[in-house]
């Protein structure tokens, strides 16, 4: 019997980046063949990054990425790398009868790589345009299956969306009888999607009777983060074997028949627990952003307050004390304890902080413009973002809003003020999740002997904006509990007003808090970008009209 | 022989506002039954508006559109119309086999209302999903041919993208012995689109050898300005008449048989000039947005240089001279024309315009900040930006944005500062177009013995950001007229910068502007929205990652 040893190899890509992008492929490659894998198994689009949105319109852009692909088979044949099979997800462009390009569009494709040159390719049937997903705008559908040998076995393809749809090329598989069915995916990181993934793949491994490899990608890539997380299951639906979650990883597995896999670098099967999950996937988008994008360090303000201090532990735990600067910027309306609070943060963070005072920047636009009441409430809230934008140019660092999800769905924040910033790190975190996340950090921190992160006070006193005196949120909001749980029927569930009352919600409160949701559509669409982990993030997956005169 | 009068109903719908909406056809339908049409044909969506998004998901919203629907059927026959056959446009829910609704996603849909229900319904085959088109994320197709018997003819219908594409509904019409083709649209206005429509509405009748009746929206919709422009063929493809363009308009037509057709209410055939057009455009696009969002006045910048004070006379033809407010906000750097030519233009559009020097309050944060260079540039742009957002909140106005598409594609304007606002007009108008627009509107007022609005002087002079001493766009930008034609090609063609060169541009400009362009993916997401007039408008159009390192 031939001896299969199959490689998962989750990459963390750059969209547009090819050479170095393929680098890390080449680097992946070599490894597992050092280790004895002669198939390895790449995540979808993992040459160019994904998604690649309107990139791929660009003709040049998909010729580009072809070229770059023999480039790459090219060169594992020069580097005795031709008889491992290596499968690798990119865009290509549709080739007319006689296997010239023609420009009608790009597939999303899988290229065998064996010999040294691209033995075959497969183009994605199934292709979604739904939640954060855009596959039918940028490309066109395959309709081809595409099966081949390798060690004596017979393997399949499937690319993501492939799998989650009834019909199309997987179910062929049994009949084709397939052994193993490779899966390159892109699959973002959404809260209990990795149990979700695992249920349809098991589902595939027993409907078809053959194992499955699911390789998915790693790394934020603006909203979106990818999570790794590819696993190995036999044809009776049992995990064999994991890649690392929100890790670049190489997990690699043996595979004497699709009944008979054995992991020979995999981690686990449990996974960490969901505000794990949530936290590390927080980190990686920040991280991801601002070192993709060429950033030295992070500006943010401290308030005192809850979603500052978690956005800037999350920092540190993506960049390091070094690269993260707070600014204390305290109002006539701020208390003690917002300073006292925000330095206390600083010294557990280990992060510098400054204090900048808005009070003589407000003041003579105050009287210069007669400024009262709401207006001068946004007045100070928009002083700080200038304090932090000009800091921003001065130092260069890019600024993160410290919003909320909650905030940010009822309008309850200034623009062009707190809303200033080029990434929101807790943009879809709803405001009771963001004092779990506090609560569990620092939990976190205690079970490893290390200095919690968050001051107590952070997360116990009473959230408020202090843009006037004694004001707290719940002077204008509901309760967040309430709020949240309103907010989860209106955005998640897409329930109605009256559904959502007759849940027992007080009719006064749920209509105030869904005419807020709609009349902030137009801030949320001036609002920075932030990483996704909810199945209904703003922008990616709810994109609602601004004129919306729709009340039900 | 029968008689048959068809009446092309041309209506301005708001998103969601379903009653308001369907008292507008109601009152249509009256007026063209006054004028002794019995069959009347509606806009694509007219019943809820055009594009709905994502409330296409919210299943209540679907249910609401359909029993308005056979509310306004009730009605009609409550009307005494019930003998007048309306076909109109709605989102309808899917049915299944026993007829009952069953929430798998909703269909574009035209209903035929006759005899007081809805007699039939046809929903949309081919659903756009390019350029600023979602509809395959929010619709499911249709597949069924329908045609109906009314005075003597026989009808078919299909729904704008159908007779776009081969094939489908369209392509059986002279199979059926259908006389004439009614066709339900909701197409945004683009420049030079009216014609590109003519030419398939032509084909179709030519091809189908049936007379085709087009129906468009008018208003604006956000982004998107529908144009009416409504049209009449007959089987020859002889244009027969037109509706009013940017115009609600009723346009009525006798048919006695498909080659046979007299107007008797239409507009004539030829069209206003193409500058007449985008005006027209960028007047309905701002008066829609600030009226179906309930704003009283709008608020602008006036630099003395030519985008204000294009987007201030945009602004007075959308709304009169007492809605528009203008603030004149020197700083140190301002020279005396920006201040004297900002008067200048308030005076000839006769609207308010006040000072607010900006010295005064950028001084303490400089002071406080010790800000320099590029950072000190920002914080007189951002001032200023604080300064409309504050008396936007003292008085109501919404805050125009006065960026033009030139600068907006290379990011020569300042986030949090001259970016503010929730409109801006004249976002898809490169600076070249915004000169000619200026001479144009200038021109045509003196044709009808008006006061040119726009000041010679705003037209004539060096363009400058003036936040620096002599500071003029050209030392940091190429040539208007070239960057426009090197944007042209980068963005609307989707060229490589080796073919921009090719065309013989400079090398080292296209690679500045290229990367510039592509810096400025970030800025372009936070920025407001505004009237789409060209094939390529950012954010609908063209949608890129911001994270994104391609170079070619």
Request: glycine residues 8%; hydrophobic residues 40%.
């Amino acid at each position: 019997m031939p001896q299969l040893r199959l490689a998962l190899a989750q990459t963390n890509p750059v969209v547009g980046q090819l050479s170095e992008n393929l680098a890390d492929c080449l680097q992946m490659v070599k490894d597992a063949s050092a280790k004895g894998a002669n198939v390895v198994l790449f995540g979808e689009m993992a040459a160019t990054g994904y998604p690649i949105e309107d990139l791929a319109a660009r003709r040049q852009f998909i010729s580009d990425a072809e070229k770059a692909i023999d480039q790459f088979a090219s060169t594992l044949l020069e580097c005795g790398l031709a008889d491992t099979a290596v499968i690798i997800g990119h865009p290509a462009s549709i080739k007319d009868q006689t296997g010239q390009n023609q420009w009608i569009g790009a597939t999303n494709t899988a290229s065998i790589i064996f010999g040294g040159k691209v033995a075959a390719q497969y183009a994605k049937h199934h292709l979604p345009n739904y939640g954060v997903f855009d596959e039918y705008r940028n490309f066109k559908p395959g309709t081809d299956l595409v099966v081949f040998n390798h060690s004596g076995m017979k393997f399949g393809i499937a690319i993501c969306e492939d799998i989650w749809q009834k019909g199309g090329p997987v179910s062929g598989m049994k009949n084709a009888s397939v052994d193993c069915l490779l899966v390159l995916n892109g699959s973002p990181f959404e809260i209990s999607k990795s149990d979700d993934r695992l249920e349809i793949i098991r589902e595939v491994a027993q409907s078809q009777d053959c194992a499955v490899a699911y390789v998915n990608l790693v790394g934020g890539q603006d909203d979106l983060v990818f999570d790794g997380d590819s696993v190995m299951v036999d044809a009776s639906g049992a995990i064999i074997g994991r890649g690392k979650q929100f890790e670049t990883d190489l997990a690699i597995f043996d595979i004497a028949d699709k009944n008979h896999i054995e992991p020979v670098l995999a981690e686990p099967i449990e996974h960490n627990d969901e505000l794990w999950q949530i936290w590390q996937a927080l980190v990686l988008g920040l991280r991801d952003y601002v070192d993709k994008n060429g950033f030295k360090s992070v500006i943010l303000g401290l308030s005192g307050g809850i979603d500052s201090a978690v956005c800037a532990a999350i920092a540190v735990d993506a960049l390091g004390s070094e690269r993260v600067f707070g600014v204390s910027m305290p109002s006539k309306y701020s208390s003690d304890h917002s300073k006292s609070d925000a330095f206390d943060l600083a010294k557990r963070l280990n992060i510098d902080c400054r204090t900048e005072p808005i009070k003589g920047l407000v003041k003579p636009v105050e009287k210069q413009l007669r400024a009262t009441d709401l207006a001068a409430e946004n007045l100070q809230a928009r002083m700080r973002g200038v304090i932090l934008m000009t800091l921003s140019n001065l130092e260069g660092h890019l600024t993160l809003t410290t919003g909320n999800k909650s905030e940010l769905a009822v309008g309850y924040s200034t623009i062009y003020g707190d809303s200033v910033g080029g990434f929101a790190p807790i943009k879809d975190i709803e405001k009771t999740m963001v004092w779990r996340l506090a609560s569990w950090r620092n939990d976190s921190a205690l079970q490893s002997g290390q200095t919690p992160p968050i001051p107590k006070n952070s997360i116990d006193k009473p959230p408020s904006a202090e843009l006037r005196p004694g004001q707290t949120d719940q002077d204008s909001l509901p309760d967040y509990v309430v709020l949240d749980a309103i907010l989860a029927a209106y955005l998640n569930e897409r329930l109605s007003r009256v559904e959502i009352i007759a849940r027992g919600f007080d009719e006064e409160v749920v209509l105030r808090v869904a005419g807020l949701v709609d009349r902030a559509e137009w801030k949320r669409r001036q609002g920075a970008i932030g990483p996704k982990i909810s199945s209904m993030s703003f922008g990616r997956d709810r994109r609602m009209p601004i004129t919306n005169k729709y009340s039900g």
